[in-house]
């Protein structure tokens, strides 16, 4: 069975396309490497020894996405494909809102025309509103403060209305915690551009001496050691989690919201000890002020993944640390080595 993955290049579609290979899954993959690159398709190849078609195209190309469905015998669509930076996002609202929302159209369109019926959705806990007790289940209100966040909610109901119009799609909504860490081979992994918006990359490339140090944004929230609390995910245990929904996604119809997260709840500090423990590397910080928009503590309860997907996540902090640094330090200027 051959799967589309959209935004292919990407560090977490990089990562499911090797689980999905590894699987048995055939691939196709839809980039335009506009926040990505080539290099990281050249290596999962390498990795795993497996070939698949990558195409070079823009996920909002309603006719390229019927050729490659058509031409492939495609029977599910992984849409990764979409911008991620917050900042970014409120300094160019309009530019976030028309790509991600009509490559979810798209991408829907698509499937509608070539009788497609499997879609799984990258979406994320950014769409859960500040003011939720915490661990956040599927069913905990939802309300975002700026326009990433919004235009992940706004996918999402997309597809539930879509899917609601027509009784055979049968739609997965992942909701990413905090992705950290790589392969452990350290061929793949984390590749952001510019100044690193995320802790883990910026930790990494102090750690390799790109950044003269980390600065904590604040340590008077109310967590255990004040600093900010959040559910991180080992990037290897996301990509299962795709594999499994699809295998999910193929059982049923309808339209279901799943957190992808551990439970579990880690601090800046307590991420940045492990780090240091682990790798026997300094990662010299600062306290600074707190980052606007930011919450105390977020974590999942990951129930859901557990009893509908058979899906709980494997790998420890220890596990999350060593692997971002093997990355890091194979590749201190990512693919651009
Ligand atoms: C984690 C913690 C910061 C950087 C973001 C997106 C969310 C999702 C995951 C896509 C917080 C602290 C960070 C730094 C720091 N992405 N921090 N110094 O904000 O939980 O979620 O990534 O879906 O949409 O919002 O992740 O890694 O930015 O921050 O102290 O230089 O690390 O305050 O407590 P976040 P993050």
Same mark, same amino acid.
């Given at each position: 069975m051959n799967i589309l993955l959209t935004g292919g290049a990407g560090y977490i579609a990089s990562h499911t396309l090797i689980s999905l290979l590894e699987s048995g899954y055939g691939a196709v993959t839809l980039d335009n490497y506009s926040n990505s690159s080539p290099e990281a398709l050249r290596r999962v190849k390498q990795l795993t020894g497996m070939e698949f078609k990558a195409v070079e195209g823009d996920a909002q190309d309603r006719e390229l996405l019927v050729r490659i469905i058509r031409e492939n015998n495609i029977e599910g669509i992984i849409h990764f494909a979409g911008f991620k930076a917050v900042g970014e996002s409120v300094e160019k609202p309009l530019m976030y809102y028309r790509n991600n929302l009509t490559s979810t159209i798209s991408v829907i369109e698509a499937m509608l025309e070539t009788g497609v019926r499997n879609l799984i959705f990258s979406s994320s806990a950014t769409v859960y509103a500040g003011d939720n007790l915490m661990p956040l289940t599927e069913s905990a209100r939802r309300e975002c403060i700026n326009p990433y966040g919004w235009t992940k909610y706004m996918s999402e109901q997309i597809i539930r209305d879509a899917a609601k119009a027509h009784p055979e799609l049968s739609c997965v909504l992942l909701r990413y915690f905090n992705p950290v860490g790589a392969h452990p081979s350290g061929l793949i992994g984390e590749d952001p551009s510019g100044i690193p918006n995320n802790l883990m990359p910026y930790i990494c490339q102090t750690a390799v001496g790109i950044r003269d140090h980390l600065t904590v944004?604040? #340590?008077?929230? #109310?967590?255990p050691d004040g600093t900010g609390v959040r559910d991180y995910l080992h990037v290897c245990d996301l990509a299962e989690g795709h594999v499994k929904a699809l295998a999910y996604a193929l059982t049923r119809s309808g339209c279901d919201a799943v957190n992808l997260g551990t439970g579990t709840g880690y601090s800046v500090l307590d991420m940045v000890n492990a780090f240091e423990r682990v790798n026997g590397v300094k990662v010299p910080y600062v306290i600074g002020p707190r980052r606007a928009g930011d919450l105390d503590e977020c974590y999942a309860d990951p129930a859901k993944a557990e009893k509908l997907l058979g899906w709980k996540a494997k790998r420890g902090i220890n596990e999350m640390v060593c692997d971002a640094w093997n990355w890091q330090k194979k590749n201190p200027k990512g693919y651009k080595d």
């Open positions: 944004f604040g #340590n008077d929230y #109310n967590t």
